[in-house]
Protein backbone atom coordinates (compact mmCIF):
# COMPACT_ATOMS: atom_id res chain seq x y z
CA UNK A 1 0.00 0.00 0.00
CA UNK A 2 2.46 2.46 -1.43
CA UNK A 3 1.28 5.90 -0.48
CA UNK A 4 3.34 8.29 -2.85
CA UNK A 5 4.59 6.29 -5.93
CA UNK A 6 6.52 6.90 -9.10
CA UNK A 7 7.58 5.20 -12.43
CA UNK A 8 10.24 4.63 -13.50
CA UNK A 9 12.82 4.36 -10.56
CA UNK A 10 15.42 4.96 -13.08
CA UNK A 11 15.48 6.82 -16.65
CA UNK A 12 18.36 6.48 -18.72
CA UNK A 13 18.16 8.82 -22.00
CA UNK A 14 20.17 11.03 -24.66
CA UNK A 15 20.52 14.46 -24.83
CA UNK A 16 17.59 16.27 -27.00
CA UNK A 17 15.18 13.48 -25.98
CA UNK A 18 11.71 14.34 -24.43
CA UNK A 19 10.89 12.21 -21.71
CA UNK A 20 7.80 11.72 -18.78
CA UNK A 21 7.92 10.72 -14.87
CA UNK A 22 4.42 9.90 -13.59
CA UNK A 23 3.07 10.22 -9.83
CA UNK A 24 0.27 8.91 -7.99
CA UNK A 25 -0.56 9.54 -4.43
CA UNK A 26 -3.23 7.53 -2.68
CA UNK A 27 -3.49 9.18 0.48
CA UNK A 28 -6.35 11.58 -0.48
CA UNK A 29 -4.21 14.47 -0.60
CA UNK A 30 -5.11 17.64 -2.34
CA UNK A 31 -1.50 18.97 -2.40
CA UNK A 32 1.09 17.51 -4.86
CA UNK A 33 4.76 18.72 -5.51
CA UNK A 34 7.63 17.99 -7.43
CA UNK A 35 11.60 18.49 -6.17
CA UNK A 36 15.22 17.91 -8.05
CA UNK A 37 17.49 17.11 -5.77
CA UNK A 38 21.55 17.75 -7.67
CA UNK A 39 24.62 15.30 -7.43
CA UNK A 40 25.14 17.51 -4.44
CA UNK A 41 21.79 16.03 -2.60
CA UNK A 42 20.59 19.37 -2.56
CA UNK A 43 16.62 19.35 -2.37
CA UNK A 44 14.62 22.23 -4.29
CA UNK A 45 11.26 22.46 -4.68
CA UNK A 46 10.22 22.77 -8.70
CA UNK A 47 6.39 22.79 -9.17
CA UNK A 48 3.56 22.54 -6.42
CA UNK A 49 -0.21 21.62 -7.71
CA UNK A 50 -3.30 22.10 -5.84
CA UNK A 51 -6.80 20.05 -6.68
CA UNK A 52 -5.07 19.93 -10.01
CA UNK A 53 -3.79 23.79 -9.99
CA UNK A 54 -0.77 25.33 -9.99
CA UNK A 55 0.46 27.26 -7.07
CA UNK A 56 4.19 27.06 -6.95
CA UNK A 57 6.00 27.51 -10.07
CA UNK A 58 10.04 28.16 -9.05
CA UNK A 59 12.52 29.19 -11.83
CA UNK A 60 12.60 26.53 -13.90
CA UNK A 61 13.09 26.16 -17.69
CA UNK A 62 9.72 25.78 -19.38
CA UNK A 63 11.46 22.49 -21.02
CA UNK A 64 9.76 21.20 -17.64
CA UNK A 65 6.50 21.07 -17.82
CA UNK A 66 3.91 19.48 -15.26
CA UNK A 67 -0.04 18.05 -15.65
CA UNK A 68 -2.02 17.07 -13.26
CA UNK A 69 -4.64 15.02 -14.78
CA UNK A 70 -6.08 14.73 -11.50
CA UNK A 71 -5.69 15.41 -7.35
CA UNK A 72 -4.13 11.50 -6.84
CA UNK A 73 -1.45 12.01 -10.21
CA UNK A 74 1.00 14.68 -10.82
CA UNK A 75 3.47 13.76 -14.19
CA UNK A 76 6.22 15.50 -15.19
CA UNK A 77 7.57 16.13 -18.72
CA UNK A 78 10.71 17.20 -20.15
CA UNK A 79 11.54 18.31 -23.70
CA UNK A 80 14.95 18.64 -25.30
CA UNK A 81 16.90 16.90 -22.20
CA UNK A 82 20.41 18.29 -21.33
CA UNK A 83 23.28 16.90 -19.57
CA UNK A 84 22.23 19.63 -16.40
CA UNK A 85 19.07 17.89 -16.09
CA UNK A 86 20.50 14.60 -14.60
CA UNK A 87 19.29 14.34 -11.18
CA UNK A 88 17.31 12.31 -9.16
CA UNK A 89 13.68 13.91 -9.20
CA UNK A 90 11.22 13.46 -5.97
CA UNK A 91 7.22 13.42 -6.17
CA UNK A 92 5.43 14.68 -2.81
CA UNK A 93 2.25 15.53 -1.57
CA UNK A 94 0.39 17.15 1.58
CA UNK A 95 -3.08 17.62 2.72
CA UNK A 96 -3.20 20.35 1.65
CA UNK A 97 -0.49 23.15 1.03
CA UNK A 98 -1.03 24.70 4.34
CA UNK A 99 -0.84 21.44 6.35
CA UNK A 100 2.79 20.59 7.72
CA UNK A 101 3.71 17.24 6.48
CA UNK A 102 5.19 16.32 3.35
CA UNK A 103 4.66 12.57 2.29
CA UNK A 104 8.17 12.15 -0.28
CA UNK A 105 8.44 9.07 -3.07
CA UNK A 106 10.94 6.86 -3.72
CA UNK A 107 12.60 9.22 -6.35
CA UNK A 108 13.58 8.72 -10.04
CA UNK A 109 17.03 8.91 -10.96
CA UNK A 110 17.07 10.57 -14.15
CA UNK A 111 20.12 10.38 -15.96
CA UNK A 112 21.06 12.12 -19.22
CA UNK A 113 24.21 10.94 -21.94
CA UNK B 1 20.79 33.07 -2.07
CA UNK B 2 20.60 30.14 0.27
CA UNK B 3 17.88 30.91 2.69
CA UNK B 4 18.72 27.79 4.98
CA UNK B 5 22.06 27.26 6.13
CA UNK B 6 22.78 23.72 7.48
CA UNK B 7 26.34 22.30 8.92
CA UNK B 8 28.41 20.54 9.31
CA UNK B 9 27.99 19.22 6.24
CA UNK B 10 29.01 15.18 7.29
CA UNK B 11 29.68 13.91 10.73
CA UNK B 12 30.76 11.17 12.19
CA UNK B 13 29.83 9.73 15.60
CA UNK B 14 30.20 7.05 18.18
CA UNK B 15 27.82 4.90 18.55
CA UNK B 16 26.15 6.05 21.79
CA UNK B 17 27.21 9.62 21.12
CA UNK B 18 25.02 12.70 20.64
CA UNK B 19 25.06 14.01 17.20
CA UNK B 20 23.73 18.01 16.64
CA UNK B 21 23.46 19.95 13.69
CA UNK B 22 22.67 23.25 12.94
CA UNK B 23 20.47 25.56 10.94
CA UNK B 24 20.56 29.04 10.11
CA UNK B 25 17.27 30.88 8.45
CA UNK B 26 17.39 34.42 7.15
CA UNK B 27 13.36 35.04 6.58
CA UNK B 28 11.11 35.73 9.66
CA UNK B 29 8.03 34.55 7.63
CA UNK B 30 8.94 30.82 8.14
CA UNK B 31 6.03 29.16 10.11
CA UNK B 32 7.56 25.59 10.28
CA UNK B 33 10.72 24.10 11.03
CA UNK B 34 10.95 20.31 9.58
CA UNK B 35 13.74 17.97 9.99
CA UNK B 36 13.84 15.08 6.87
CA UNK B 37 16.13 12.18 7.01
CA UNK B 38 16.94 10.39 3.64
CA UNK B 39 18.45 6.86 3.47
CA UNK B 40 20.25 6.13 -0.16
CA UNK B 41 17.83 5.30 -2.77
CA UNK B 42 15.13 6.48 -0.50
CA UNK B 43 12.84 9.68 -0.73
CA UNK B 44 13.14 11.70 2.27
CA UNK B 45 11.00 10.89 5.58
CA UNK B 46 9.65 13.28 8.17
CA UNK B 47 11.89 12.81 11.36
CA UNK B 48 10.38 15.41 14.05
CA UNK B 49 9.49 19.45 13.19
CA UNK B 50 8.77 22.35 15.18
CA UNK B 51 7.13 25.77 14.56
CA UNK B 52 9.14 29.07 15.98
CA UNK B 53 6.19 29.32 18.90
CA UNK B 54 8.34 26.40 20.80
CA UNK B 55 12.18 26.32 22.07
CA UNK B 56 12.30 22.91 22.17
CA UNK B 57 10.49 19.55 21.20
CA UNK B 58 11.69 16.28 22.00
CA UNK B 59 10.48 13.02 20.21
CA UNK B 60 12.03 9.75 21.74
CA UNK B 61 16.02 10.55 21.00
CA UNK B 62 15.38 13.29 18.37
CA UNK B 63 15.30 16.92 20.07
CA UNK B 64 14.77 19.97 18.68
CA UNK B 65 16.31 23.35 20.09
CA UNK B 66 14.94 26.12 18.50
CA UNK B 67 16.78 30.16 18.97
CA UNK B 68 13.49 32.75 17.52
CA UNK B 69 16.13 35.26 18.09
CA UNK B 70 19.10 33.66 16.57
CA UNK B 71 17.10 32.33 13.51
CA UNK B 72 18.62 28.89 14.67
CA UNK B 73 17.56 25.73 14.95
CA UNK B 74 19.41 22.36 15.70
CA UNK B 75 18.68 18.59 15.65
CA UNK B 76 19.59 16.52 18.74
CA UNK B 77 19.93 12.76 18.14
CA UNK B 78 20.91 11.32 21.75
CA UNK B 79 22.21 7.90 21.84
CA UNK B 80 23.00 7.61 17.96
CA UNK B 81 22.87 4.59 16.21
CA UNK B 82 24.17 2.78 13.82
CA UNK B 83 20.72 2.62 12.15
CA UNK B 84 20.70 6.54 12.11
CA UNK B 85 23.48 6.65 9.62
CA UNK B 86 21.89 8.67 6.69
CA UNK B 87 21.52 12.13 5.70
CA UNK B 88 19.23 14.76 7.24
CA UNK B 89 17.70 17.84 6.00
CA UNK B 90 16.93 20.60 7.82
CA UNK B 91 13.59 22.42 6.00
CA UNK B 92 11.81 26.12 6.67
CA UNK B 93 8.01 26.71 5.28
CA UNK B 94 6.46 29.94 3.86
CA UNK B 95 3.47 30.14 2.06
CA UNK B 96 3.23 26.07 1.54
CA UNK B 97 6.86 26.14 -0.13
CA UNK B 98 9.71 24.47 2.01
CA UNK B 99 13.00 25.53 1.47
CA UNK B 100 15.65 22.91 2.13
CA UNK B 101 19.29 23.37 3.61
CA UNK B 102 22.14 21.62 2.01
CA UNK B 103 22.10 18.42 3.80
CA UNK B 104 23.78 16.65 6.26
CA UNK B 105 25.27 13.16 5.76
CA UNK B 106 25.82 11.23 9.29
CA UNK B 107 27.62 8.61 9.98
CA UNK B 108 27.35 6.35 13.15
CA UNK B 109 30.35 4.41 13.86
CA UNK B 110 29.36 0.93 15.79
Known amino acids: DTAVSQTPKYLVTQMGNDKSIKCEQNLGHDTMYWYKQDSKKFLKIMFSYNNKELIINETVPNRFSPKSPDKAHLNLHINSLELGDSAVYFC????????????FGPGTRLTVL | QQQVKQSPQSLIVQKGGISIINCAYENTAFDYFPWYQQFPGKGPALLIA?????SEKKEGRFTISFNKSAKQFSLHIMDSQPGDSATYFCAARKGGKLIFGQGTELSVKP
Open chain 2, 50 to 54: IRPDV
Open chain 1, 92 to 103: ASSQDYTKDEQF
